[in-house]
T-cell receptor
Framework: QKEVEQNSGPLSVPEGAIASLNCTYS??????FFWYRQYSGKSPELIMS????GDKEDGRFTAQLNKASQYVSLLIRDSQPSDSATYLC??????????FGKGTTLSVSS | GAVVSQHPSWVICKSGTSVKIECRSL??????MFWYRQFPKQSLMLMAT?????????EQGVEKDKFLINHASLTLSTLTVTSAHPEDSSFYIC???????????FGQGTRLTVV
């Protein structure tokens, strides 16, 4: 069964620190990976996508993918209280729905 | 980014009635749309995959006669919760994938309360 695993947290970091969120996936056929942010009571919002091994940076966010280790991570630099949310990792292969992890709750304290 | 509009954002209905939720892709065509349900403090649960012009594919344990899905056009999918009961109260979220794309974008979600 295809699975995406995340530590549920909560992950607590002080304002200005780097938050590191991790995710592993079971299906080697997965081709694309996504990070979504979900605030309480709201629907998920896509913040990063990554398709090839290595790092991808977008502002304060860096996604890292290691297909050999079946591992995806998201780094948030200079964390802000507004980054406090649940972060969902998702894996995709052609013709299927996204497979979501259960999410990691991040709390950034000011 | 692509915009997916979901309506209504919240609805309260009486037990035994039916509720229809609409999901529209506003600026792209979506061959495939997905319907999720999320209970408080729990993860997204995929209910069904909706493909334009064909029958939806339901996940195991989801009653297709209770959760009717129609994807009649490339920009609209609807979910009808029939004979709703209090245990159907949940946050229902749709997402849409552009034709030929990989990213999925979410609607705002619909909070259904059955009383």
């Amino acid at each position: 069964q295809k699975e995406v695993e995340q530590n549920s947290g909560p992950l607590s970091v002080p304002e200005g620190a780097i938050a590191s969120l991790n995710c592993t996936y079971s299906d080697r056929v997965s081709q694309s990976f996504f990070w979504y942010r979900q605030y309480s009571g709201k629907s998920p919002e896509l913040i990063m996508s990554i398709y090839s091994n290595g790092d991808k940076e977008d502002g304060r966010f860096t996604a890292q993918l290691n297909k050999a280790s079946q591992y995806v991570s998201l780094l948030i630099r200079d964390s802000q209280p507004s980054d406090s949310a649940t972060y969902l990792c998702a894996a995709y292969q052609a013709g299927t729905a996204l497979i979501f992890g259960k999410g990691t709750t991040l709390s950034v304290s000011s | 980014g692509a915009v997916v509009s979901q309506h209504p954002s919240w609805v309260i209905c009486k037990s035994g009635t039916s509720v229809k939720i609409e999901c529209r892709s506003l600026d792209f065509q979506a061959t495939t749309m997905f319907w999720y349900r999320q209970f408080p403090k729990q993860s997204l649960m995929l209910m069904a995959t909706s493909n334009e012009g064909s029958k939806a594919t339901y996940e195991q344990g989801v009653e297709k006669d209770k959760f009717l899905i129609n994807h009649a056009s490339l920009t609209l999918s609807t979910l009808t919760v029939t004979s709703a009961h209090p245990e159907d109260s949940s946050f229902y979220i749709c997402s849409a994938r552009a034709t030929g794309g990989t990213e999925a974008f979410f609607g705002q979600g619909t909070r259904l309360t059955v009383v």
